[in-house]
């Protein structure tokens, strides 16, 4: 009888489990669908922006490119778990590329941890949207960004966040926003800047910044649902396994208890 007990136990949580995957896995199918068309469009957009940005400055080297970088880090993260892998191949990219003198600026309180183990220099945090980010919401994100570039206090903007590849994969990378040297693109056109490069340099860069910075904030957020969904339904599909196992089980072991006791019935009146 306590067997019986503990089987309609286990088969009680197997299935609620079962039905809480699948609730999530539902949301982030929704959330998906609005997304993934996003990242495809706008990925488009941002490396348009960029190659425009390389043609402008080209041939002018911000910095000396043989001094040491001081780099300002974003690193882009969910907030939450259940995303199977992600996480963990974020942090390892993450451990691959941080030098101690970085500045780093987080998104997503589940890298929060480790960030701040290692030691590093962590300027401020925010949370990861929960909802598709609107472009108009990056600004307080981005901002700083743009200060400690155009201050010259870094000479370097680097993203490290999960590109969306496709609903089934998604790829810790490294983007190096800026900076551009003259290495990196090559160009024959003499342009004529009015009224100068400094002018248009202090209004292209704020919007290149914010281009790059937002396709890095929507593809994580797109691989963050992607790789929920997958994990949610690889959990439903286990619970759902295991249901069937346990509920096999229970009606077996119900049957062999209803035989022993008409077996035990019949012995009785026989005697």
Known sequence: MKNLQYLKRRI?????????????????????????????????????VKDI??????NRSLYNENCEYKRLVYIISPDRGLVGNLIMNLIKKVNSYLKSNDYVIIIGRKIMK?????????????????VLPKYTEIG????????????????????IYTKFINVFVQKSV??????????????????????????????????????GFYNALVNAYTSEQAARMIAMKTAKDNAN?????????????RQEKIT???LDLVNGQEF
């Open 53 to 58: 940005v390389y043609r402008v400055i080209f």
């Open 174 to 211: 490294i983007e190096e926003i800026f900076s551009v040297k003259s290495s990196e693109f090559k160009s024959t056109v003499n342009y004529i800047f009015e009224p100068n490069f400094q002018f248009i340099l202090q209004n292209l860069l704020p919007f290149y910044l914010n281009v």
């Open 241 to 253: 396994d295991i249901l069937i196992y346990l509920t096999n089980i229970y009606n077996k072991s």
């Open 12 to 48: 009680k949580t197997s299935n609620s489990v079962s039905k809480i995957a699948k609730a999530i896995e539902m949301i982030s199918v929704s959330k998906i669908h609005k997304s993934q068309e996003i990242v495809k469009r706008y990925g488009l957009y941002a490396n348009k």
């Open 260 to 262: 022993n006791e008409i």
């Open 114 to 130: 480790d960030i701040i183990k290692y030691g590093h220099n962590v300027l401020m945090s925010f949370d990861m949207p929960t």
């Open 140 to 159: 307080t994100m981005i901002n700083i960004a743009n200060k400690f570039f155009i201050t010259k206090k870094v000479n370097k903007i680097c993203m």
